[in-house]
């Protein structure tokens, strides 16, 4: 997800307001960091990769309990979970192409890292 998200560039910034390696919006970040226990939140933490990464950690680990699907918790992940739940409802797929472009590469660079570090991922 890292190198989908933000190349791994630690100070990475979309036009959506999302930070970091993992690309959390401040509003995400601040609601995960109460959520945990968190009672300083301050926007540069999310340029910290070790905050960083363990936010957006936490928040897939939430996705993937919530919808039981990897894919479905990429695109959330992407595209919010508001939209999911309502593609869900509706019974359609993934409806953004740009979601449903996110989704296929981090699952294409997840079989290239599992093939290039199988010992080092325990496979």
């Known amino acids: 997800m ?8 630690p100070n990475a910034r979309s ?3 999302a930070v970091g390696l993992m690309q959390l919006t401040p509003a995400t970040a601040k ?4 959520y945990t226990g968190g009672s300083r939140f301050r926007l540069s933490d999310l340029t910290d990769p070790d905050i960083n ?3 957006g950690a936490w928040y897939l680990r939430h ?3 919530k919808y039981k699907d990897e894919r479905l918790a ?3 992940y992407n595209a919010g979970e ?3 739940d309502r593609w869900q409802r509706a019974h359609e797929g993934i409806q953004f192409p740009d979601t449903r472009a996110y989704v ?3 699952e294409d660079l997840k079989g290239i890292y599992r093939r290039a570090y199988p010992a080092q991922l325990g496979y």
Do not use: C, Q
Request: net charge negative.
């Open 104 to 106: 296929a590469k981090v």
């Open 2 to 9: 890292i190198e989908t998200e933000s190349k791994f560039n």
């Open 53 to 55: 990464v363990r936010y």
């Open 74 to 76: 990429l695109a959330a």
């Open 15 to 17: 036009s959506a307001g």
């Open 63 to 65: 996705l993937l309990d």
């Open 31 to 34: 609601g995960i960091a109460e």
């Open 82 to 84: 508001a939209n999911v």
